[in-house]
């Protein structure tokens, strides 16, 4: 199983997801992202003129890094593939993604900018506990 | 200047680094870990066996994110490239990180374990301030 029970209680937290991408040499880059699962799928919310968006429209590949807020020993890493990509037209996934993490919707829409919404499929993790690592596929 | 001073705290406090690098494949890899600022240079800790130091000798490219966590919309990401290994013979370094990320010495050291320091030197850096992001080379 690629998310272990031990650990999926970080899905359900409204915490931030540390996303790697590729940029356009190649080169990791990293940054703190808000998130939703949903059982099958990592949720992402993006702007298609987001160097991100632009990263994995290059190379698909991508992958996440969550803490348990409560101890620093305890984190998730999932590495995946974008498999798929929906214009968020409503804006019900970022308001509602919004609605999780800060209680209200998304406050920085601007309308000439098009929302989507990346589905992530994990393909691997690795989990830390107290200085023990393991790792799922 | 790459380390912005409106983000340079980041670096003076005990958090957690989000650090991606690149797999096999070059695909992203990212998980946390503590780190020191020098004013020149991001200093990490690794053993020789692990996948991140394998990863760093196939490819020096990598990246950090770090936020503020009192505020989530506050964060910095710095990319670079590991420009010095040493070796940590005492485990001076190690047990430093540890003195301030958990006030003692790192429990967790395994004596057939070569533990190693990274110097990182920053290249690129970008921040977010409240959903308004800038950048610094």
Do not use: C
């Amino acid at each position: 199983m690629i998310i272990p029970e031990t650990h999926s209680d970080l899905l359900a937290l409204p915490l931030l997801a540390h996303v790697a991408t590729l940029g356009t040499q190649g080169e990791p880059q990293v940054n703190p992202v808000w998130f939703a699962w949903d059982g099958q799928y990592i949720k992402l919310t993006l702007t298609r003129h987001r160097q991100k968006y632009r990263n994995l429209e290059r190379d698909p590949h991508i992958a996440l890094s969550i803490v348990d807020p409560e101890n620093q020993f305890r984190y998730l890493e999932l590495r995946g593939v974008v498999e798929q990509v929906e214009d968020d037209h409503d804006l019900a996934f970022i308001n509602g993604l919004a609605q999780r993490y800060i209680g209200r919707d998304y406050p920085w829409h601007r309308p000439d900018e098009q929302r989507i919404i990346l589905y992530i499929r994990p393909l691997h993790s690795s989990m830390m506990n107290a200085g023990r690592r393991t790792s799922g596929k």
